[in-house]
């Protein structure tokens, strides 16, 4: 049974926005560090923003200004709310979560920005 489902995906014009997001209710350990990472048709992974327990955040320099992370603690979920979405942004978006226990990561959900 997966621990992170990931919802949200989809495709969108340029300059359109998509808001993704990360289940883990089913974590019941302590989290640390709540993330995205994407890759790309033949690129690298990236990481592209994460939230820790205490609130801080941090971006990739390329979606700074245009995504936005955030995390609901009691419900265990992260939104990232991708807004003015470029061709560069399409991707395959896997959440990540860095609990005391191990590390855990999402299916992916699937970005497309396209004319």
């Known amino acids: 049974q997966a621990q992170l489902v990931e919802s949200g995906g989809g495709l969108v014009q340029p300059g359109g926005s998509l808001r993704l997001t990360c289940d883990a209710s089913k974590i019941i350990f302590s989290i640390n560090v709540m993330g995205w990472i994407r890759q790309g048709p033949g690129k690298r992974r990236e990481s592209v923003a994460l939230i820790t327990i205490g609130g801080g955040t941090n971006y990739a320099d390329s979606v700074k200004g245009r995504f936005t992370i955030s995390r609901d603690s009691a419900k265990n979920t992260m939104l990232l709310q991708m807004d003015n979405l470029n061709p560069e942004d399409t991707a395959t978006y896997y959440c990540?979560?860095?609990?005391?226990?191990?590390?855990?990561w999402g299916q992916g959900t699937q970005v497309t920005v396209s004319s």
């Open positions: 990540y979560v860095d609990a005391v226990n191990r590390e855990y």
